[in-house]
């Protein structure tokens, strides 16, 4: 009887949260086309939405892949994406379904998802990575040894909610939680049987205009943060014929789940193929350091960004090469570490602060060593994605003296 009234419990928070949600109509998709946009609010602006023709699920693009849009270096595109979270086989692999589970009605529900999750094409929730990834894009004249720059102009909620997943096998307390035994014929047909917990998460406005997200509690009472969105997946392909899985970042990007990536932020990619053929996907509205259950508060989202060709001996390239990922915003440099050990992806991120360091500003090593200890801030981007992943945080402020005086 206690499991009973627990369970009515979450429901009807649910349905609660859902009424909240629909205060703001989402974002559907401008075209189901890629290619450029004449008029409108994002008028000169290359468009790649979330269709069949345009995703591949659980897979980044590799050198074989198709672009499906190619656009020239300092060009502007929004992509439409799609958060696989509600449409995965332990959601029942049924957007609409699962939403209005929650409480959503179909009109909040973006097409794109139904039309993904009921279709036909081929996904394994235990071989396969989760995220639906758009693209690739290529860029005319990426060649190998250059560097994609790719800056982060907006990230929009598509829809007024998103999900917090936590399953079995993934995340920081493996065995811990979930609490509840996944079962041998877990299905999509009985999601229920697969013992994972999803939070649905309505967000909203404030009374200052900023969105919150929204958990309501058993007490009755509800958890509310603000979000800072982020696209959580942003790379170029791998120069491999091989299937390069969703999960784990490498040198090429991927699912970096960096939280700094939002709005004003840029990143480098070096390029291994030819078109670069960059991607994006796995939006998150907002993620603490860490991502502990295994995801964030994940949603479809608009990303806008500014795709930049850095030719290798002619543009400035920041530390004057970029071999793997590479980050910075108004405030900071960023210098990723990625490996399945914690321990070694911190060796990882501190050797390459040195490195930059030293590059960028001609600092010797040692000193640029001692620097980063008494100066920076290691942080924990992700410890989920079989690639652990740490950054170091570079204060640009630190090095004023090092910057070329302007001419009055």
Known sequence: MLKYKALSFVICTALSGAAQAENFPILKQITAQPGLLSEGAYQGHYYVPSTLDTIRWGYLPNKDAKPVLTVPSGSTVTFDTVSHEGLLEDQGRDAEKYFKSKGVKSQYILDEAKLISRSDLQHDFHKDGPHIVTGPVAIQGAEPGDVLKVEVIQIQPRVPYGVISNRHGKGTL??????????????????????????????????????????????????????????????????????????????????????????????????????????????????????????????????????????????????????????????????????????????????????????????????????????????????????????????KADFKEFQPQSKK
């Open 174 to 395: 493996v065995g811990e939680y979930p609490k509840h035994p996944a079962q041998a014929d877990a299905s999509p047909a009985h999601p229920e049987r697969y013992g994972n917990v999803s939070v649905f998460t309505p967000i909203e406005k404030n009374a200052q205009g900023e969105y919150e997200g929204i958990i309501q509690t058993g007490s009755g009472k509800s958890i509310r943060f603000p979000l800072a969105p982020f696209m959580g997946l942003m790379g170029v392909a791998a120069n491999t014929s091989e299937p390069v899985h969703s999960v784990p970042p490498s040198f090429y990007g991927g699912n970096i789940d960096i939280n700094e990536l939002g709005a004003g932020s840029t990143a480098y990619y070096p390029v291994h193929v030819p078109g670069a053929l960059f991607y994006t996907g796995d939006s998150h509205f907002v993620q603490g350091d860490g991502e502990v259950a295994l995801t964030a508060l994940e949603g479809s989202a608009r990303a806008t960004l500014k795709l930049t060709l850095l030719k290798a001996g002619k543009d400035k390239i920041p530390g004057q090469s970029v071999q793997q990922p590479l980050a910075e915003n108004a405030q900071f440099w960023i210098t990723p570490g990625l490996d399945e050990d914690l321990d070694e992806a911190m060796k990882k991120s501190t050797r390459e602060a040195i490195r930059f360091l030293n590059k960028e500003y001609g600092i010797e090593e040692e000193l640029a060593y001692a620097y980063l200890s008494a100066a920076t801030d290691f942080e924990v981007s992700q410890v989920v994605d079989k690639t652990k992943g740490i950054h170091a945080m570079i204060r």
